[in-house]
T-cell receptor
């Protein structure tokens, strides 16, 4: 199916563990983004990518790592999960700047 | 810096009522403006957009007009349905020197429509 898919949909992990959230899009959009959504903070940009092998930090990058070896994939890794990283994570893509984003359905991550 | 201010929710309306969700913004440069909708358990969906002053974005009965003089982009719908119950986000994007257009989201307004 065409679109942007995130996996897993739900994840529970322990403090200190490494966890990777996956994001895959089928349109070959150049731009991809990772956001976290928290009550009281709204949506905050973690990392973004303008093309394969081009990534840059957003507002809240600490504790996260991204890679983009292929245009269609943009995984987000929490190197050593902390409770403060409990959140809903959204991946998004955009074909062109200013055209608006298409969001995935999100991954609800709980760090215990 | 850039910012988006939305009216506080939740907003509760009866079916077929008129909806207005206020959105004002501050931006350096000339922003594009967006409304997104988020249904429970889902990601945000682009609802409508406007890229220059006096443009009107519209979709699914929703409308918003880009008002540069009042720096506003209020969302309106003439007759809401129960299926419109969701959280609505106003957003803007402005280019920066690196070529990336940073998007700033409002905090969202929850709409509940009762039969």
């Amino acid at each position: 199916d065409a679109g942007i898919t995130q996996s897993p949909r739900y994840k529970i992990t322990e403090t200190g563990r490494q966890v990777t959230l996956m994001c895959h899009q089928t349109w070959s959009h150049s731009y991809m983004f990772w956001y976290r959504q928290d009550l009281g903070h709204g949506l905050r940009l973690i990392y973004y990518s303008a093309a394969a092998d081009i990534t840059d930090k957003g507002e809240v990058p600490d504790g996260y790592v991204v890679s983009r070896s292929k245009t269609e994939n943009f995984p987000l890794t929490l190197e050593s999960a902390t409770r403060s990283q409990t959140s809903v994570y959204f991946c998004a893509s955009s074909e062109r700047i200013g055209w608006g984003y298409t969001f995935g359905s999100g991954t609800r991550l709980t760090v215990v | 810096g850039n910012s988006v201010t939305q009216m506080e929710g939740p907003v509760t309306l009866s079916e077929e009522a008129f909806l207005t969700i206020n959105c004002t913004y501050t931006a350096t440069g000339y922003p594009s403006l967006f409304w997104y909708v988020q249904y429970p358990g889902e990601g945000l969906q682009l609802l409508l957009k406007a890229t220059k002053a006096d443009d009107k974005g519209s979709n699914k009965g929703f409308e918003a007009t880009y008002r540069k003089e009042t720096t506003s982009f209020h969302l309106e719908k003439g007759s809401v349905q129960v299926s419109d119950s969701a959280v609505y986000f106003c957003a803007l994007s402005v280019g920066n020197s690196g070529g990336y257009q940073k998007v700033t989201f409002g905090t969202g307004t929850k709409l509940q429509v009762i039969p």
